[in-house]
């Protein structure tokens, strides 16, 4: 089970990557991106299948990296949680919208902020091939006219957003 685990991540590195015709926003400030974010819809992947009460928190460490943590519940509301603690670091140092997660030593993979708003309320993380994106607001509810918003500008960039799903947010 580990070993097809490891496999599965290491397939998903690889496959992140894989286009390089993408856009990111202009500007990120790292210090007002930092903290807690609530998971609002997703392009699954299989670890955040029927997830619920998704939560990424970054922190910016001292030598420049970020420090993650992401809990779940897998398999629904009432599911287990679940902790993961990728490491992070910012690879596009002019706009700090396009990061390198590692989920797996020794493999990173591209991490792009894809939206934004200007108040830091909400934003939209993708990668390059655009397979896989997470919607996230700073409150477990995002309103509709941000989400509706988020939505067209993912579909403007070349994401399929028929399979977005929302990630149930139940507190």
Request: proline content about 4%; glycine content about 8%.
């Amino acid at each position: 089970m580990i070993r097809l685990l490891v496999l599965m991540l290491i397939a998903l590195s690889l496959l992140m990557g894989c286009r390089k015709d993408f856009t990111t926003v202009e500007r990120v400030e790292l210090d007002k991106f930092m903290g807690s974010w609530y998971v609002i819809a997703i392009l699954p992947n299989f670890m955040e299948k029927n997830a619920a009460n998704g939560i990424e928190t970054y922190t910016l460490l001292e030598d420049g990296t970020i420090g993650v943590t992401y809990k779940f519940r897998k398999g629904g509301i009432n599911g287990k949680e679940k902790l993961l603690t990728p490491h992070g670091k910012v690879y596009n140092k002019v706009s700090n919208a396009e990061w390198r997660m590692q989920l797996l030593k020794p493999f990173w993979s591209p991490f792009l902020i894809v939206d934004l708003a200007e108040d830091y309320r909400y934003t939209a993380i993708g990668v390059p091939n655009r397979k896989f994106v997470w919607i996230m607001s700073r409150t477990p509810q995002m309103s509709e006219s941000d989400y509706a918003g988020v939505i067209a500008k993912l579909q403007q960039e070349g994401y399929n957003t028929s399979k977005i799903v929302k990630m149930p947010q139940v507190w």
